[in-house]
């Protein structure tokens, strides 16, 4: 059924990409990306087999669906209640709506993955439901997957999204949502790998007025890793949250791009990014907030926030405010730092040794996102997972 | 309290230190025996934030001639987190904001380090939030403070109360307050004043940095030393803070000008 909706797209996606061949650096978005690397990722061969790890058991109350590209999704799945799929018309119906509105349908990463996805887990939220965990685990080569959520107006949703991969192998993940009116979507991301995987994540966001979206993401680990979140609040009077935090290391390359745009007045953003750059690697940042001429009184605020631990590693972080409206609030600041000798020696003068001191000041920077993902995420360890990484 | 016989807990000889390798501290000589309580006064510049940073052991201050003896140990063998261990506490002028780090878990872990150098036992999660609300009480503080990241958000005030608290609960045996009354109201004032007062026994002893008086009317002082161009001009009893305040610091130019001239 999916594969019927999916197959003009995919047709459509690969004419695309023929027609706009891979990034090169004149292009803006891609100025800063590593190339090759991206050339190595779109050469890989289809994913046939699942990640072997085994994934630790979930959150008591949590219902989980593992996806990986190839297996029908909803095979052998209870769906909670509250939660339908979408049916083959409905599906064609909703399928690229929020992807036009968010104005990212023909961007390379989200064309690639038309051009890839076999499969979609397609999903209508009604009513209050209970929380939901979707496990992206990459076997061996490329995991396209793409995933389409309509949270109907009033309902709310806690998702917790978890990719996962190891060696040679990649994510093209594709998400999809629209809120209706007065919709509570709480949505964490944590995407997590051993620095040999690649990584592009676009979440495509629509809300209607009075909605509610808040996004917490935690990215590590990653040979190349892109995540873009894209929102627009089409009628403005919602409420948009984006906690980030991306951790690299060795040589990492980690771009996260936000876009957000207020279609409609008295719309609000409360944005973090944070990064933790160590070895030699490179952590990206651009953060757009768009507020046109219909959106006055919005309120944004976003703090990008960039922590260097090393010499040799690299974070470029530019935020993008494009603002007509004149009757707006919209607060940015960005701040790139290495770990204050006076923090350290505060810690110091109180007993605590110098090694257990950063340790602690690490946790501190990261536990200011990673404790904003809902409950669900406890089971992956996400703060030990970065710990982990920052002490090898 | 003065007593000749008590312990000889710091002894500070011909102190000289840099920053930046600009010298600072120019021969400071500081006898601190258990149960006294030391004011150094100073105008801004005089070196006297500087003997508390060097005592403490920040890194960017560097010994460049004398020596430090705590109980008898050679002070600068010791890393900062040592020195703390054993027993020197230096009080912030401007605490450090920690984001993220929480206060309750920042007070535990680093009450532990000292308790466990005490031949203590180690506090569990449990036992020391009893252990904390007991010391709460001498500072007044509001147990939500305890919740939030360290100093965080905290004002002027709080983060002083809250540097009171890890005194308590760290138990210092020689306190250096480095102008711990600096951006207080008098009401703050009194309760850290108050706080200082009720930790102070006759085997340990508090080291207090200011520049005014209106603390030492809260606290009074065994000895009252004026530092000046990196040493310590003059120490007499809390009647020459007093003086000072008459009379102002314009002595000390005299005083140094005539130095100068022999």
């Known amino acids: 059924m999916a594969s019927s909706v999916l197959a003009p797209v995919q ?38 087999s699942p990640l072997p790890t085994s994934l630790p058991a979930s959150l008591k109350g949590v219902t989980r669906m593992v996806i990986n590209g190839f297996d029908d999704p909803l095979a052998g799945q209870v769906l909670p209640e509250g939660i339908t799929a979408l049916n083959a018309e409905e599906l064609e119906q909703a399928l690229g709506h929020t992807l036009d509105r968010c104005g990212c349908a023909q961007v390379w990463p989200v064309e690639f993955n038309h051009a890839k996805a076999q499969q979609i887990l397609a999903l209508r939220v009604r009513g209050r ?21 309509l949270v109907e107006e009033k309902a709310e949703l806690e998702l917790m999204q978890v990719l996962l991969a ?18 509570q979507l709480r949505h964490g991301v944590l995407a997590t790998a051993d620095g040999a995987s690649s990584l592009m994540a676009h979440l495509a966001v629509e809300q209607e007025p009075r909605s509610s979206y808040s996004l917490t993401s935690v990215v590590q680990g990653w040979n190349l890793g892109r995540l873009e979140p894209r929102v627009v609040q089409v009628d403005g009077q919602a409420q948009t949250v984006l906690k ?56 944004a605020a976003q703090l990008s926030r960039n922590l260097l631990l090393s010499d040799r590693a690299r974070v470029d972080t530019k935020p993008e405010l494009e603002i007509v409206a004149d009757d707006v609030r919209c607060a940015h600041g960005a701040t790139v730092s290495q770990l204050q000798d006076d923090e350290l ?21 990261c536990q200011e996102v990673i404790a904003q993902l809902p409950a669900a995420a406890q089971v992956w360890r996400p703060l030990e997972r970065v710990m982990e990484s920052l002490a090898s | ?100 780090v929480s206060n309750l878990e920042f007070l535990r872990v680093s009450t532990n380090a000292r308790r466990e150098k005490q031949g203590e036992e180690e506090l569990d999660t449990f036992a020391f939030e009893d252990h904390v609300h007991d010391k709460l009480k001498v500072v007044q503080m509001d147990p939500a403070f305890l919740e939030r990241s360290v100093n965080e958000g905290f004002s002027g005030g709080e983060k002083k109360r809250n540097e009171i608290l890890q005194m308590a609960l760290l138990e210092p045996v020689v306190a250096i ?9 008098i009401d703050a004032l009194r309760i850290v004043a108050g706080g200082v007062n009720q930790l102070a026994t006759e085997d340990n002893a508090t080291l207090l940095i200011t520049h005014y008086q209106r603390l030492l009317d809260e606290i009074t002082p065994d000895y009252v030393h004026v530092m000046a161009a990196g040493r310590i001009l003059r120490t007499g009893g809390r009647e020459l803070a007093l003086e000072l305040e008459q009379t102002g610091y314009d002595w000390v130019d005299q005083e140094l000008a005539a130095q100068g001239a022999a």
């Open chain 1, 11 to 48: 047709e459509r996606g690969r004419a695309a990409l023929e027609q706009l061949g891979l990034p090169n650096r004149r292009q803006e978005p891609w100025r800063l990306t590593d190339l090759k690397r991206l050339e190595a990722v779109s050469a890989l061969p289809a994913s046939s």
């Open chain 2, 177 to 185: 307050l480095d102008e711990t009354d600096s951006g207080l109201d």
């Open chain 1, 244 to 299: 980030g935090l991306a951790v690299t290391g060795a040589d990492q390359q980690l771009a996260t791009h936000t876009a957000v745009r207020f279609d409609g007045p008295e719309g609000e953003l409360d944005q973090l990014q944070k990064c933790l750059a160590g070895g030699r690697s490179h952590a990206i940042f651009n953060g757009a907030i768009n507020v046109p001429r219909d959106a006055q009184r919005t309120n």
């Open chain 1, 345 to 365: 020696f505060y810690l110091q003068s109180r007993g605590i040794a110098a090694a257990e001191a950063t340790a602690l000041l690490l946790r501190g920077a």
């Open chain 2, 1 to 100: 309290m003065i007593r000749p016989d008590a312990e000889l807990l710091l002894d500070i000889q011909d102190l000289h230190a840099s920053v930046e390798d600009k010298p600072i501290l120019k021969g400071v000589n500081l006898q601190v025996r258990a149960g006294e309580v030391h004011a150094v006064m100073g105008r801004n510049g005089s070196g006297k934030s500087t003997l508390s940073k060097v005592l403490a052991g920040h890194p960017a201050y560097r010994v460049t001639g004398g020596t430090v003896r705590y109980r008898g140990q050679d002070l600068f063998e010791l890393e900062p987190e040592e020195r703390a261990r054993l027993g020197v506490f230096l009080g912030f002028q401007y605490p450090v904001e920690i984001p993220g």
């Open chain 1, 166 to 183: 190891e060696g040679a192998s990649a994510h093209s993940h594709l998400l999809e949502v629209h809120l209706g009116q007065e919709a």
């Open chain 1, 129 to 149: 439901v209970g929380p939901l965990e979707l496990v992206l685990a990459a076997g061996a080569g490329l995991n396209a997957t793409r995933v389409l959520l």
